[in-house]
């Protein structure tokens, strides 16, 4: 992944809807949802969210297919991976990093 395409990415990121519906894909898995389903779960009206798909799309960040009558969208776990490596490539400058606790709140598992 070259730089365009890292800022690219973050820049489609880079907005509420468009971050929530990506992390919804990510939810979903392989199996993917309809914009109807991400629609309704979002909270968006279908027009905006068509334009917030078609600006992940163009940054690779999600991909889709047909299934009949419907669109099933899918995150591009290896985009995601990809710009997740480039970010973290040169941490800590080779040196190891420290680890840091992580407290998780299960309480909405």
């Known amino acids: 992944m070259n730089e365009t395409d890292v800022v690219r990415a973050l820049a489609a990121l880079a907005q509420e809807t ?3 519906a990506f992390r919804l894909l990510v939810v979903a898995g392989p199996e993917g949802l309809t914009p109807g389903q991400m629609a309704e779960t ?3 009206a279908p027009t905006a969210l068509s334009f917030h798909l078609k600006e992940l799309s163009h940054a690779g ?3 889709c297919e047909r299934n009949g009558r ?3 969208y899918r995150a ?3 985009q995601m991976n990809e710009l997740l490596g480039f970010l973290t490539a ?3 400058q ?4 420290l680890e ?6 299960c309480s909405r598992c």
């Open 100 to 105: 840091v606790p992580v407290t998780l709140d």
């Open 61 to 63: 960040l999600i991909g």
């Open 90 to 92: 040169h941490c800590c």
């Open 70 to 72: 419907h669109l099933i």
């Open 76 to 78: 591009s776990v290896s």
């Open 42 to 44: 979002l909270g968006t």
């Open 94 to 97: 080779g040196q190891p990093c």
């Open 18 to 20: 468009r971050l929530r």
